[in-house]
């Protein structure tokens, strides 16, 4: 079992930025390529960014790309997403989750572990 927990939302106006946490705790950390994900009312859940296991090559959805940064510790157990230039649209509530393979997916299904949330609330 890996336990997640996002810390980290708020409310911001646009053009604004927020750093999101995400603190890992049971099960080897750096085992787990990360992911965020965000969930508007009404919309399906979208792969934001992911990281693979030992950092490096990581991979962003095209409506986030130049203005969101996701990097991770992996002495400290945690993955962080740097949100930068937020507008409205990005409105959501954010998730990090931990999958068990080398190379990062951004199909939710493919997730083990999930956190309960972070709300992120953009404002015009």
């Known amino acids: 079992q890996v336990q997640l927990v996002e810390s980290g939302g708020g409310l911001v106006q646009a053009g604004g930025s927020l750093r999101l946490s995400c603190a890992a705790s049971?099960?080897?950390?750096?085992?787990?390529?990360m992911g965020w994900f965000r969930q508007a009312p009404g919309k399906e859940r979208e792969f934001v960014a992911g990281i693979p296991r030992s950092g490096g090559r990581t991979l962003y959805a095209d409506s986030v790309k130049g203005r969101f940064t996701i990097s991770r510790d992996n002495a400290k157990n945690t993955v962080y997403l740097f949100m930068s230039s937020l507008k409205p649209e990005d409105t959501a509530v954010y998730y990090c989750?931990?999958?068990?393979?080398?190379?990062?997916?951004?199909?939710?299904?493919?997730?083990?572990?999930w956190g309960q949330g972070t709300q992120v609330t953009v404002s015009s």
């Open positions: 989750a931990a999958d068990l393979a080398s190379v990062v997916f951004t199909a939710a299904a493919q997730y083990d572990y």
């Open positions: 049971g099960r080897t950390f750096s085992n787990y390529a």
